[in-house]
């Protein structure tokens, strides 16, 4: 984050998302905040609060998008949540803590992965050894078995006192050349038994600090299985097992923990569907319940999680909804005081639906593109093709209802349907989309206003 200045995370995020400015910026100042507090004074830092955003806008605008790919670019945890998932204490459904208990077990298993890559090369190592202990049985183990090189099957036992140093390293050699990888081996694999009894529960055992899952699992005996494979097979089941040896678990879940405390972010979608009175029945009746339980968490408490306590004060929120109906003046004060920062999404008109087709990364044109050149064949978008397919996106989103840049991806499907269909035996191997095939394609649905409902 040192080297990333707003201008340059706007400068990032521009290659994915296309306009709205104003909220890369909004983003973009509150990323560059987190790297700022950590290089200020430690008994000031505690008392800097992230300054949490609420994106006001239509569907299919960015919002999601612009969030997670701000997490990219930082590296930090994330988790996007819908807030209307989420019911007031005393009624069914998902209690409020779940998602910094998600956003926890998401960035320990994530760490955990990257331990396990990062001493692959040494499990590997002894893997290696492993399946050659398994291949060349020391002189002592007399009731051990192995393959003979030369069968494959017979089980032979070499006599005792034999020096086997030179065949070891023989078969290393044929071990890293491949020569080995289809003879087969007996191989003990521990597969833990668990319960076939799910265990529910809501937050009371959580806060307990009780995991049923993890403290059933580790009462049931371990099962050793003994298993033959291929050695190819048995050298990826080796160094598995031996990559998770040596990871120290207790190191990742401190630096996962220490990570989402200090530099999670979680993505609250749809807060516009728990915004507004309650109505005192129906399905309404939880819904300033529901911003209440959110309270605490936005404005920083301790969440207990089978990781132990974690603390939300340094999380940064982002908001997001339509607000067709409601406004963010809806929602309960206290839960306005914790969003300072309100950034209003635009709707997206044919010129950005254009540089939407072609201009990111991961254009939607570039996508299919990709996909059909899988089958050999070569799909050429003409400018003025281009530039239909945005102003029908418009027109349709201004007739039915306004889905934003997701509008692209109804058309584009419908437009290719037949050459994605066809692909595999299209002759010769090149198609030209121009605005005559747009128009050949889409203009009858467009025409007939019921039917472009229907399908568009």
Same mark, same amino acid.
């Given at each position: ?42 008994? /000031? ?85 492993? $399946?050659?202990?398994? /291949? ?161 968490? $936005? ?126 035996? $299209? ?30």
């Amino acid at each position: 984050m040192k080297h990333l200045t707003p201008a340059q995370i706007v400068k990032e995020l521009d290659r994915y998302i296309i306009g709205q400015d104003q909220a890369k910026r909004s983003v973009a100042i509150a990323l560059r905040n987190r790297w700022r507090r950590q290089q200020v004074p430690a008994d /000031l830092r505690d008392e800097i609060a992230p300054k949490n955003i609420i994106m006001i806008g239509p569907t299919g605008v960015g919002k999601t998008e612009i969030a997670r790919r701000l997490s990219k670019l930082a590296d930090a945890p994330f988790i996007k949540v819908e807030a209307s998932k989420f019911t007031e204490v005393g009624y069914v459904g998902r209690d409020v803590e779940s998602m910094v208990r998600d956003l926890v077990d998401l960035t320990v298993n994530q760490m955990r992965l990257r331990q396990q890559q990062a001493v692959a090369e040494k499990a590997g190592r002894m893997a290696e050894e492993r $399946v050659l202990d398994l /291949l060349l049985p020391a002189s002592h183990q007399r009731t051990s078995f192995h393959p003979d090189l030369r069968s494959g099957n017979t089980k032979v036992q070499p006599p005792a006192g034999a020096d086997t140093a030179g065949t070891r390293e023989k078969l290393r050699r044929m071990l890293r050349d491949g020569k080995l990888d289809d003879r087969i081996v007996e191989l003990d694999v521990t597969e833990r038994s668990m319960p076939m009894v799910e265990v529910f529960s809501n937050v009371g055992m959580e806060e307990l600090g009780i995991n049923f899952k993890d403290m059933l699992g580790n009462l049931m005996p371990k099962n050793v299985k003994r298993r033959k494979m291929k050695v190819s097979d048995a050298l990826q089941t080796l160094a598995a097992e031996e990559a998770q040896n040596l990871v120290d678990m207790d190191k990742v879940v401190e630096e996962a923990v220490g990570r989402v405390e200090q530099a999670g972010i979680i993505f609250l979608d749809e807060i516009d569907k728990i915004a507004g009175k309650s109505s005192g029945q129906g399905p309404d009746v939880s819904r300033e319940g529901v911003q209440r339980d959110l309270l605490p968490i $936005v404005e920083g408490s301790t969440v207990n999680t089978k990781y132990g306590p974690v603390r939300t004060d340094h999380i940064l929120f982002i908001a997001a909804g339509a607000f067709h109906t409601v406004k963010p003046s809806d929602l309960i004060p206290e839960l306005q005081g914790r969003f300072p920062i309100r950034v209003e999404l635009g709707s997206l008109g044919a010129d950005q639906f254009v540089r939407i087709l072609t201009e990111p990364r991961n254009a939607l044109l570039l996508q299919y593109i990709a996909l059909l050149r899988t089958e050999g064949v070569d799909l050429v978008f003409e400018d003025d093709a281009v530039a239909r397919i945005a102003q029908i996106a418009e027109q349709v989103n201004q007739r039915t209802e306004n889905i934003g840049a997701r509008r692209l991806h109804t058309l584009m499907e419908r437009l290719l349907e037949d050459v994605l269909f066809d692909a595999p035996f $299209v002759d010769p191997p090149k198609v030209v989309v121009d605005s005559a095939y747009v128009e050949q394609k889409l203009e009858s649905i467009i025409a007939d206003e019921d039917l472009s409902r229907y399908i568009l």
